[in-house]
């Protein structure tokens, strides 16, 4: 699974650490050393992900990750030294799909480069069936979402979530189901992170994010999606009751 990875890190030491560790893995890495030219190389580039590095000059990478998100869903995988969970929680609101701390293992990088590329690569040929619930069709062979016709851009982990509770409408999945089947290799996640990630859904695709039609909280549970309506049964012709025509 070959991808073209743009990394943003000002430390010209750890950014050749983690292109040598990419390169084993097959992925074409472009290094950039401040912000600025990390938003420049995204816009003309066009990288499958990014590796965006908080602390930088010109431009820092909350600011940088920000703006992508507003651009595009390309998932991008936060390194920072800052561990406090507001920290980690801020940036997975400007739209990071995942976090590392630093120190950090290099082999532990290249595995959640990983991760994030499966999710964002959903294969298509198993032709799951669409689902519609009112005006949300959530299409996992195609990663596609599209509200009221629609498209909507999500990040890999917003889809992953929102492919989750699509697999089986109605049912109430717990923060501890969604991390497991959702975010794959990351078990460390916080489990607050989740409702972050979920609060980002709802901006996307409800009307009223107080109050969700269709990610909606189990209080004690979790969350779920409301089940599809049911199609409404054609009314019969007069022909057709009984009794017609006596």
Known sequence: MSARILVAEDDPKQA???????EREGHSVLLVGDGRAALDQCRSRRPDLVVLDVMMPVLDGLDVCRIL???SEIPILLLTARTTEDDVLLGLDLGADDYLTKPYSPRELAARVRALLRRARVVSADNRAVLRVGELEVDAGRFEVRVGGRPVALTAKEFGIL???AGEPGRAFTRAQIIDRAFGFDHFVLERTVDAHVMNLRRK???DVAEPRYVQTVYGRGYRLAEPEPELAAAPTPEGTPGAGR
């Open 69 to 71: 998100r507003a651009e």
């Open 163 to 165: 492919e989750v509770l």
């Open 205 to 207: 695709i409800e009307d």
């Open 16 to 22: 050749n650490l983690v292109r040598v560790y990419l």
